[in-house]
Nanobody
Framework: QVQLAESGGGLVQAGGSLRLSCAAS????????MGWYRQAPGKQRELVAY???????DYVLSVQGRFTISRDVGKNTMYLQMNSLKPEDRAVYYC????????WGQGTQVTVSS
């Protein structure tokens, strides 16, 4: 069973940056469309970015131009570079396929102070 582990979250001031990592226990990034999700307090989990098997990316409008998704297939790791962070980016961030095929990890908390 594939396990996903997110890391890199923390507390940052508005305008700051963080880089999240998603480590997988298997070679999944070359064969799945993978995404970064977030869940803010009291809200449903939402997909904010995804990367296809051939490296194409797309983003939800609220993070376009600020977030960049990437992956290192050889390291079984995916990244989310988050710049110009806003208080509304505060959430627990998760990775998974765009269908949520694997068990969800614990996520990594991102808090942005104003």
């Amino acid at each position: 069973q594939v396990q996903l582990a997110e890391s890199g979250g923390g507390l940052v001031q508005a305008g700051g940056s963080l880089r999240l990592s998603c480590a997988a226990s298997g070679s999944i990034f070359a064969v799945n469309v993978m995404g970064w999700y977030r869940q803010a307090p009291g809200k449903q989990r939402e997909l904010v970015a995804y990367i296809t098997t051939d490296g194409r990316t797309d983003y939800v409008l609220s993070v376009q131009g600020r977030f960049t998704i990437s992956r290192d297939v050889g390291k079984n790791t995916m990244y989310l570079q988050m710049n110009s962070l806003k208080p509304e980016d505060r959430a627990v961030y998760y990775c998974n396929t765009i269908k949520g095929d694997y068990p969800w990890g614990q996520g990594t908390q991102v808090t942005v102070s104003s």
